[in-house]
């Protein structure tokens, strides 16, 4: 079992649909980060989490420590927020371990 | 300020061959991590230094090396090339906040 999970792997979404992209793990962290890559390769660190919840423009990214769960929220989808999301944590150990990442593709 | 610069940003390479990437960090921050891409293994840390200092290694065969300079640029070295080294090598820095900023990557493909 992967120690970071998301879901779902892949999703599609009509612009303006409200989108949920969820991130569960089973190692004590200290922080979570949700990235976004698009095609070509390039990341974008998008939030560094380690309670409570973070908002940045239409972006919303929350974590359950207790739960071990951090959710990813897209409000007003466009087009150009297709990319993969990676959801990543750091344990205790300091090493980065990262999720397999969900694909958005967001329609017109 | 400049972001993270990674050079080359394609490699094409034999196996058996030795390859060295670099990797220049936002001017200030000290902390420079490396990461291996592959569609099978998704994102997988590689290293992290820290002024000089390697002060983490993920679990990789002792082929993969880095280094960092005083000047915070950082490089990493594969000997030995194998097939399944083709990947998206991907650098990135932070400062204190821990915020990582990422480059463009380096896409290596070993023929």
């Known amino acids: 079992k992967n120690e970071v999970e998301q879901s779902p792997q892949n999703l599609t979404a009509q612009e303006g649909e409200f989108i949920t992209i969820n991130c569960s793990y089973s190692v004590g962290i200290s922080a979570l980060h949700w990235l976004q890559q698009h095609p070509g390769g390039g990341i974008v660190s998008l939030f560094m989490l380690s309670s409570g919840k973070k908002k940045h423009g239409r972006l919303i990214a929350t974590i359950n420590i207790q739960e071990k769960h951090s959710s990813l929220h897209i409000t007003a989808s466009h087009p150009r927020d297709s990319a993969v999301y990676i959801c990543?944590?750091?344990?205790?150990?300091?090493?980065?371990?990262f999720g397999t990442g969900t694909r958005l593709q967001v329609f017109p | 300020k400049a972001g993270v610069t990674q050079t080359p940003r394609y490699l094409i390479k034999t196996r058996g061959q030795q390859v060295t990437l670099s990797c220049s960090p936002i001017s200030g921050h000290r902390s420079v991590s490396w990461y291996q891409q592959t569609p099978g293994q998704g994102l997988q840390f590689l290293f992290e230094?820290?002024?000089?200092?390697?002060?983490n290694k993920g679990n990789f065969p002792g082929r993969f090396s880095g280094r960092q300079f005083s000047n915070s640029r950082s490089e990493m070295n594969v000997s030995t090339l194998e097939l399944g080294d083709s990947a998206l090598y991907l650098c990135a820095s932070s400062a204190s906040t821990e915020t990582q900023y990422f480059g463009p990557g380096t896409r290596l493909l070993v023929l």
């Open positions: 990543a944590v750091r344990p205790n150990t300091d090493k980065l371990i």
């Open positions: 230094y820290f002024s000089e200092t390697q002060r």
